[in-house]
Nanobody, 124 residues
Framework: QEQLVESGGGLVQAGGSLRLSCAASGRTFSSNAMGWFRQAEGKEREFVATISGRDGTTHYANFAKGRFTISRDNAKNTVYLQMNSLKPEDTAVYYC?????????????????WGQGTQVTVSS
């Protein structure tokens, strides 16, 4: 059974950093684009970042550019999200997901497998 498991969330002060990890099991996602999404309480789930399963191309939401970095280690079947200069508005549950295809994509509907999420809380 394929599974994505996020870790690395927690409580951090504004300006701090966190590194989220997403470990895949049950199958390899090395040829799939991977993405991170987040959902704040009372808000819709939104796209954060994606990385290609073909050539490592990345794409970020505007709010993530310059602060967040997505990366992947296919040997470990793991995707990461390094988050720096965190702000209180980054508080949300962060989800990783595997896309249907290798190319980068932002709509959540293009993602076929999801983790359970990890809570990130940024205090002011």
């Amino acid at each position: 059974q394929e599974q994505l498991v996020e870790s690395g969330g927690g409580l951090v002060q504004a300006g701090g950093s966190l590194r989220l990890s997403c470990a895949a099991s049950g199958r390899t996602f090395s040829s799939n684009a991977m993405g991170w999404f987040r959902q704040a309480e009372g808000k819709e789930r939104e796209f954060v970042a994606t990385i290609s399963g073909r050539d490592g191309t990345t794409h970020y939401a505007n709010f993530a550019k310059g602060r967040f970095t997505i990366s992947r280690d296919n040997a470990k079947n793991t995707v990461y999200l390094q988050m720096n200069s965190l702000k209180p508005e980054d508080t949300a549950v962060y989800y990783c997901a595997a896309a249907r295809y290798a190319g980068i994509t932002t709509p959540a509907t293009e993602y076929i497998s999801w983790g359970q999420g990890t809570q990130v809380t940024v205090s002011s």
